[in-house]
């Protein structure tokens, strides 16, 4: 597979070169530009540390909707065992979610 990733590869690049202009490039191509506009000021924003638990919580659980979403369109040709991991799999994510909201101390949310 790597043989063929190279073989693939390497024409690609040698002909990209051989058909690219040779210019020098212009010391203002290389400005950081936004939508024509040079830019002013700092670059560099705050991040509020106070949401990362909630950010942190939506993307579990956004991943949790996923297996979710894939075992509740094949419930009804799923045994009545297969329900058992899902209930300790959905039980183990709340505790997690609990716990995660305890340590937070945003109690006031329960």
């Known amino acids: 597979m790597f043989g063929f990733a190279v073989a693939a590869m390497a024409p690609a690049l040698v002909i990209s070169r051989m058909l690219s202009p040779r210019k020098r490039s212009n010391p203002v191509k290389f400005l950081p530009m936004e939508c024509g506009q040079v830019p002013s000021g700092e670059g560099r924003t705050q991040f509020m540390m106070q949401y990362y638990a909630y ?56």
């Open 55 to 110: 950010i942190l919580m939506f993307v579990i659980f956004d991943v949790v909707a996923i297996f979710l979403y894939a075992w509740g369109s094949t419930i009804l040709y799923l045994p009545k065992e297969a329900t058992l991991p899902i209930i300790a799999f959905l039980g183990i994510i709340f505790a997690a979610m609990a716990f995660a909201l305890y340590q937070s101390e945003r109690r006031t949310i329960w």
